[in-house]
T-cell receptor, first 110, second 114 residues
Framework: EDQVTQSPEALRLQEGESSSLNCSYT??????LFWYRQDPGKGPEFLFT???AGEEKEKERLKATLTKKESFLHITAPKPEDSATYLC???????????FGKGTKLTVNP | KAGVTQTPRYLIKTRGQQVTLSCSPI?????VSWYQQTPGQGLQFLFE???????NKGNFPGRFSGRQFSNSRSEMNVSTLELGDSALYLC?????????????FGEGSWLTVV
């Protein structure tokens, strides 16, 4: 069964304190790994798609990396506006269905 | 380019009633999927439609149903509402290519069942 596990569940950082979020996955035949950001009361906002081990993508203070078993979302010098829940997902079941992790709630204090 | 549009944004229903939620995908996207998000279970897949056909269905009871129209718009219906159906219902759309396409989400419809 396809499975995605994210850690930690919650993370508190001081502004400027870099850290990483983890997403480990079990899927038969990886067809992409997605990272989303979700603000309270809103839908998930697409951040990155990674397709193969070794791939990296960056956007502002965020960098996503992928290995054969897990993905990391590195946050460099975060700001309070980076506070959100970060979700990781993989396509499962041979369709557009996404299997999501429970997310990491990031809080960045000024 | 307009994003995924969902209506209504908020609604309150009574147990036993039924509800219909609407979704307009991004222009050109023909695949539409629906998810339920609750604090306890996270995001869970409901169903997916492509070219008016349901291609995949999650583990939800038959009270949850959906359909897609020829213009790719989609609706989902929940009948005989239960308190546990209170959730954020999210619609997502993607291009009609092989799996692995980026899937874009709407802002969701907040359903409260009282």
């Amino acid at each position: 069964e396809d499975q995605v596990t994210q850690s930690p569940e919650a993370l508190r950082l001081q502004e400027g304190e870099s850290s990483s979020l983890n997403c480990s996955y079990t899927v038969s035949g990886l067809r992409g790994l997605f990272w989303y950001r979700q603000d309270p009361g809103k839908g998930p906002e697409f951040l990155f798609t990674l397709y193969s081990a070794g791939e990296e993508k960056e956007k502002e203070r965020l960098k996503a990396t992928l290995t054969k078993k897990e993905s990391f979302l590195h946050i460099t010098a975060p700001k309070p506006e980076d506070s959100a829940t970060y979700l990781c997902a993989v396509p499962g079941g041979g369709s557009e269905k996404l299997v999501f992790g429970k997310g990491t709630k990031l809080t960045v204090n000024p | 380019k307009a994003g995924v549009t969902q209506t209504p944004r908020y609604l309150i229903k009574t147990r036993g009633q039924q509800v219909t939620l609407s979704c307009s995908p991004i222009s050109g996207h023909r695949s539409v999927s629906w998810y339920q998000q609750t604090p306890g279970q996270g995001l869970q897949f409901l169903f997916e439609y492509f070219s008016e056909t349901q291609r995949n269905k999650g583990n939800f009871p038959g009270r949850f149903s959906g359909r897609q129209f020829s213009n790719s718009r989609s609706e989902m219906n929940v009948s005989t509402l239960e308190l546990g159906d209170s959730a954020l219902y999210l619609c997502a759309s993607s291009l009609p290519q092989s799996s692995g396409n980026t899937i874009y989400f709407g802002e969701g419809s907040w359903l409260t069942v009282v």
